[in-house]
């Protein structure tokens, strides 16, 4: 496959995220999403997404070329700051494949990071704005041999939090481990510490991530109109 590199094992291909979008036959939407978080000190929480908040971009046997994911926006005031950020786990390279007929298999998602950016307002009115491509960010890791590379692996037909189980066309499940949540600049130790102030732990390093993620049935797209979608929400090239 065009851009393909061999990764951590010698039978999973991955490819940089949105490099194919243009070549995406099938598109998979999510259902809803659940995120859950565990940190080391306090209590657990969650993130709900609803549909299409995820999509997964194939070709016609499956082949996964593509991973949107998902972006929540968040807006708080700390130690006399206001935020107003987008938060959005970013996919670096992507495989995997899935049966188009029964919904089985593994997606592969390598180079995982928690990615915040957006506005801050100082208490004395001054602005600072930070693109995605300066983002504060947290990488996350596997939980069981400690590489970048995580596998959402298909489980039991199900729906979590607000998903209609008839809408439902295949389940995955994947965990994972942040790492450092150090930052080059007080400003974006500042945006992790309004998230955490939203979500207490969710920005911290050593939390522990779980994923629901129920997909819809496999829709024919162009592969335009898919980059259209990626382009929309600043993925891809």
């Given at each position: 496959?065009e851009?393909?590199v061999?990764?951590y094992?010698?039978?999973i291909?991955?490819?940089?995220?949105?490099?194919?979008?243009?070549?995406?036959?099938?598109?998979?939407?999510?259902?809803?999403?659940?995120?859950?978080?565990?940190?080391?000190?306090?209590?657990?929480g969650?993130?709900?997404?609803?549909?299409?908040?995820?999509?997964?971009g194939?070709?016609?046997?499956?082949?996964?070329?593509?991973?949107?994911?998902?972006?929540?926006?968040?807006?708080?005031?700390?130690?006399?700051y206001?935020?107003?950020?987008?938060?959005?786990?970013?996919?670096?390279?992507?495989?995997?494949?899935i049966?188009?007929?029964?919904?089985?298999?593994?997606?592969?998602?390598?180079?995982l990071?928690?990615?915040?950016?957006?506005?801050?307002?100082t208490?004395?009115?001054?602005?600072?704005?930070?693109?995605?491509?300066?983002?504060?960010?947290?990488?996350?890791?596997?939980?069981d041999?400690?590489?970048?590379?995580?596998?959402?692996?298909?489980?039991?037909?199900?729906?979590?939090?607000?998903?209609?189980?008839?809408?439902?066309?295949?389940?995955?499940?994947?965990?994972?481990?942040?790492g450092?949540a150090?930052?080059?600049?007080?400003?974006?130790?500042?945006?992790?510490?309004?998230?955490?102030?939203?979500?207490?732990?969710?920005?911290t390093?050593?939390?522990?991530?779980?994923?629901?993620?129920?997909?819809?049935h496999?829709?024919?797209?162009?592969?335009?109109?898919?980059?259209?979608?990626?382009?929309?929400l600043?993925?891809?090239?």
């Amino acid at each position: 496959m065009e851009n393909a590199v061999v990764s951590y094992e010698e039978d999973i291909r991955l490819h940089e995220n949105h490099s194919l979008d243009s070549e995406v036959k099938l598109i998979l939407e999510a259902e809803d999403v659940v995120f859950q978080y565990d940190p080391i000190d306090g209590n657990s929480g969650q993130l709900l997404f609803g549909q299409s908040i995820v999509s997964v971009g194939a070709d016609k046997q499956g082949n996964i070329l593509s991973f949107i994911c998902p972006q929540r926006s968040f807006e708080t005031e700390f130690a006399g700051y206001k935020l107003t950020l987008k938060g959005e786990v970013e996919v670096g390279q992507v495989g995997g494949a899935i049966d188009t007929v029964t919904g089985e298999g593994n997606i592969y998602g390598d180079e995982l990071k928690w990615l915040f950016w957006g506005n801050i307002t100082t208490p004395n009115g001054g602005s600072y704005g930070f693109t995605k491509d300066e983002a504060a960010f947290i990488p996350i890791r596997d939980t069981d041999n400690n590489s970048g590379l995580l596998t959402l692996s298909s489980i039991e037909r199900s729906a979590h939090g607000s998903g209609n189980i008839e809408n439902v066309f295949s389940s995955y499940f994947v965990s994972g481990l942040q790492g450092s949540a150090t930052q080059d600049s007080f400003l974006k130790d500042l945006m992790l510490q309004g998230i955490n102030l939203l979500h207490p732990g969710l920005a911290t390093e050593g939390t522990a991530l779980q994923w629901n993620i129920d997909l819809q049935h496999p829709t024919p797209i162009s592969g335009s109109d898919y980059e259209d979608i990626g382009h929309s929400l600043h993925m891809g090239h």
